[in-house]
């Protein structure tokens, strides 16, 4: 079945590095992939999405391109706030599954000013 | 538009007995589906309801099971409570049913079973 494999954190980062959360993932078809963020009490928000291969996912300085040849969708960001302090999901759809999504184990990030 | 909201947002109850869990999606959306979260096992599916039929399951036992009301509220019910069930129960929103739909979330219900 499908599955999603992301880095355990947690990730501890100064205010202004750059940030990187790995993420692979197996699927029999062709998923759309998403990273999904939840802030400390909240659900889940998503942060960015890319729906065919090559396809670059951007949103608040945060991205992600959509690898096919490595099943990767790994996330990135130039320059991390102390707001950037979350718990980061990367996620799958796959075509046969409707909007059924599959989820990582998430990886928390702790920015320090 | 007011987002998905959930209720109750906090929920304590006792081995054996059954809860009911409420979602109210976005206004406009027809598909909702429901997870759970636990520290252990992450975030998992439930099931997915479009348009009041279920359209996917995920695997859990039958324990486990949800409806949704032609105004697109959905309910979810857990029978014969086990301290296994304690987690966070999220629930999401689309307008479409199909691959690469932004799903919307809810704060998600708490639920401590003791």
């Known amino acids: 079945g499908d599955s999603v494999t992301q880095m355990e954190g947690p990730v501890t980062l100064s205010e202004e590095a750059f940030l990187t959360i790995n993420c692979t993932y197996t699927?029999?078809?062709?998923?759309?992939l998403f990273w999904y963020v939840q802030y400390p009490g909240e659900g889940l928000q998503l942060l960015l999405k890319?729906?065919?291969?090559?396809d670059k996912g951007s949103n608040k300085g945060f991205e992600a391109t959509y690898r096919k040849e490595t099943t990767s969708f790994h996330l990135e960001k130039g320059s991390v706030q102390v707001s950037d302090s979350a718990v980061y999901f990367c996620?799958?759809?796959?075509?046969?599954?409707?909007?059924?999504?599959?989820f990582g184990g998430g990886t928390r990030v702790l920015v320090k000013p | 538009k007011a987002g998905v909201t959930q209720t109750p947002r906090y929920l304590i109850k006792t081995r054996g007995q059954q809860v009911t869990l409420s979602c109210s999606p976005i206004?406009?959306?027809?598909?909702v589906s429901w997870y759970q979260q636990t520290p252990g096992q992450g975030l998992q599916f439930l099931f997915e309801?479009?348009?009041?039929?279920?359209?996917n399951k995920g695997n859990f036992p039958g324990r486990f099971s949800g409806r949704q009301f032609s105004n697109s509220r959905s309910e979810m019910n857990v029978s014969t409570l086990e301290l296994g069930d304690s987690a966070l129960y999220l629930c999401?929103?689309?307008?479409?049913?199909?691959?690469?739909?932004?799903?919307?979330f809810g704060p998600g219900t708490r639920l401590t079973v003791l």
């Open positions: 999401a929103s689309s307008s479409e049913q199909g691959q690469g739909n932004e799903q919307f």
């Open positions: 699927a029999t078809g062709y998923p759309s």
């Open positions: 890319a729906t065919k291969a090559d």
């Open positions: 996620a799958l759809s796959d075509r046969a599954a409707g909007n059924k999504l599959t």
């Open positions: 206004s406009g959306h027809r598909s």
């Open positions: 309801y479009f348009s009041e039929t279920q359209r």
